[in-house]
């Protein structure tokens, strides 16, 4: 199959033979990972949820499927001049790991921002096959960074989504969905996966618009990253002004070429799911699940109130990633507890009187209330002083009682909204 691009030239777009060969390709050097019925989930929806464990690959992430079915098809010439690429973290882990299993130098550029864990695991599924490349603060400059260095050296840059063998090997998945569905005795109705580029996207919209047309497939996005839907109210790739990188393994400014193609033939279902609500949804998988899923790999399941879950479909939901820093775990529940409306933050003019933060404690706060945060802006001799407050409650409903109290006090409160410039000094 063929397409045109929004500048005018032709994409060799994937098909559903083109999957088919990538997996018997890919075989031995990926995992088949397992689906895993979810309790929790399939109560919550009166659906029947299945999990679609690709945190559970030898790299953490489905990435290793794309990777290993481009690397494979290099000619002799192509894997002497070796390859190139650039990640936040999981590409590269599948470049390595395809290298490292298929004999193929590579050089990997990893931006600044790319947690130190991900660097570690990357030289580690390398080893001597991969040199570990970080420079920039963004993957725009890793990645151009990575273009020169093709243009220079003849390497074969190895894209992390837009590229037809990429797509075709990460549409294994769906592949394997299906067949391991069948043989549990059900037919798969929705499956959910997480957005970045579209490389997932793509690859199950390429094997199932052909071979299993009736099942629904919807892509989630972070809202603060929204490429996809950007493109497809564009009519093409954008690139997005700015955007959120906390989800780093789904923060991408601009859909790819080949990945738009797919998806503008197939018209999936397309969500944007507050960082937030993705948040709480990696703590739920941890805590009832046992699954330590980085912020895209909570995702897709993160959406499945907000797309029409019928009960008794049959759902699935890519767990895509489980490559987290546990030290980010302290702004996960923070990102979380903001968006379920308990933690709150405020200024507040406090009197420079003895006994004013005493009052605040017994007048304003109430029983189940806590502070979290207390911080001085700026000290003077003036009659008041600004203090930077946070506040978690006990219930989201405590906020209008909370919200009359301080309004009744002495003191002026300016409450701080999460939209707000002065949030990314808090978060």
């Not at 907000?306 to 702004?331: H, K, W």
């Not at 017994?362 to 600004?386: A, C």
């Amino acid at each position: 199959m063929s397409g045109t691009a929004s500048e005018g030239r032709p994409l060799d777009v994937p098909t559903a033979a083109d999957v088919d060969a990538a997996a018997e390709r890919i075989a031995g050097r990926v995992s088949r990972t397992p689906l895993q019925a979810c309790t929790r989930l399939s109560e919550a929806t009166g659906a029947s949820v299945w999990l679609k464990r690709e945190d559970l690959q030898p790299v953490r992430s489905y990435k290793g499927r794309g990777a290993a079915n481009l690397i494979a098809q290099l000619d002799a010439e192509q894997v002497w001049a070796g390859v190139v690429c650039a990640s936040a973290g999981n590409h590269a882990q599948g470049v390595a790991h395809a290298c490292a299993t298929l004999g193929v130098n590579a050089r990997i550029y990893l931006p600044a921002t790319t947690p130190r864990q991900k660097r570690e695991r990357v030289a580690t599924l390398g080893g001597d096959w991969v040199e570990v490349i970080v420079g920039g603060q963004t993957y725009d400059e890793a990645a151009a960074a990575a273009r020169a260095d093709a243009e220079r050296t003849g390497a074969t840059l190895v894209p992390a989504f837009d590229h037809p063998h990429t797509i075709a090997g990460q549409g294994t998945i769906a592949q394997e969905i299906v067949e391991d569905l069948v043989e549990l005795g059900h037919e798969v109705d929705v499956i959910l996966v997480p957005v970045g580029g579209g490389g997932l996207l793509a690859g199950c919209l390429t094997y199932l618009g052909e071979r299993h047309p009736g099942v629904r497939v919807v892509g989630v996005e972070p809202a603060g990253a929204a490429c996809m839907i950007a493109a497809t109210h564009a009519g093409e790739p954008v690139t997005l002004p700015e955007i959120d990188r906390f989800v780093d393994g789904a923060a991408v400014q601009r859909a790819g070429d080949w990945t738009y193609q797919v998806v503008a033939r197939h018209t999936p279902g397309l969500v944007a799911v507050p960082e937030g609500r993705l948040c709480t949804e990696m703590i739920a998988l941890y805590q009832n699940e046992g699954i330590v899923a980085e912020p895209a790999g909570a995702l897709a399941a993160s959406a499945l109130d907000r797309v029409g879950i019928e009960p008794g479909q049959t759902v699935v939901v890519v767990v895509s990633g489980g490559n987290n820093d546990l030290l980010r775990y302290a702004e996960v529940v923070e990102r979380s507890l903001i968006h379920e409306g308990l933690k709150h933050y405020f200024l507040v003019d406090f009197p420079q009187e003895p006994g004013m933060l005493r009052r605040f404690l017994h007048e304003v706060l109430g029983p189940d209330d806590d502070i979290s945060l207390f911080e001085y802006v700026k000290r003077n001799n003036r009659e008041t002083g600004p203090a930077l407050v946070g506040i978690e409650l006990g219930s989201k409903d405590d906020l209008p009682g909370l919200l009359e109290r301080m309004a009744a006090s002495s003191m002026d409160v300016e409450p701080i909204a999460p939209d707000s410039p002065l949030f990314r000094f808090i978060l």
